[in-house]
């Protein structure tokens, strides 16, 4: 019989792992899972009368009510969704800070009755303020032209108008 010598520190290694535990089939896992668990104790009673009503609301007035009106509008070459008290950022409009904006590409407007634009909403307009002018982030590119030893690098930053919407009129 050719018996494989152990190092003596692969005697003590051996000798200090534990040994496993064997594997329980699935019955027997199920089994002792079912005997740790408790009797289950029956729901008490809900009383009715511990339970305090739920204060009421007070009824909100006309005034306190703002109706969720919101417009789809096209400023350059894009679309937007907007509503009253809304921050967007369109492309440079030519206009300085604090200018009054109008949008009359209104496609789409709704007030609780949706009305679709053909192309635009007929007499519709939404308008706005020019809050500042910003520029976003930049776009860096390379153009290589291979086997002519030759690159070029190239920056760019998009400027963009932030307009604050201040009125929908639906026409």
Not at 136 to 152: A, L, M
Request: no cysteine.
């Amino acid at each position: 019989m050719n018996a494989e010598k152990k190092t003596p520190e692969e005697e003590t290694a051996a000798k200090a792992k534990p040994k496993a535990a064997p594997k329980k089939s699935a019955a027997k896992k199920a089994e002792t899972k079912s005997e740790k668990k408790p009797a289950a104790k029956k729901p008490a009673a809900k009383k009715a009368a511990a339970k305090k009503p739920a204060a009421k609301k007070p009824a909100a007035t006309k005034s306190a009510v703002k109706k969720d009106i919101y417009a789809i509008i096209k400023s350059g070459g894009k679309q937007y969704r907007v509503q009253e008290d809304d921050l967007i950022d369109v492309e440079l409009l030519h206009a300085e800070p604090g200018s009054k904006v109008e949008f009359n590409d209104v496609l789409f407007i709704n007030d609780g009755a949706p009305k679709i634009g053909e192309p635009s909403v007929a007499g519709s307009i939404v308008k706005g303020e020019i809050v500042a002018e910003s520029a976003g982030p930049k776009v860096v590119s390379i153009k290589y032209r291979p086997r002519q030893h030759s690159q070029r690098k190239f920056g760019h930053r998009q400027h963009y108008s932030r307009v604050k919407i201040t009125e929908i009129a639906v026409g």
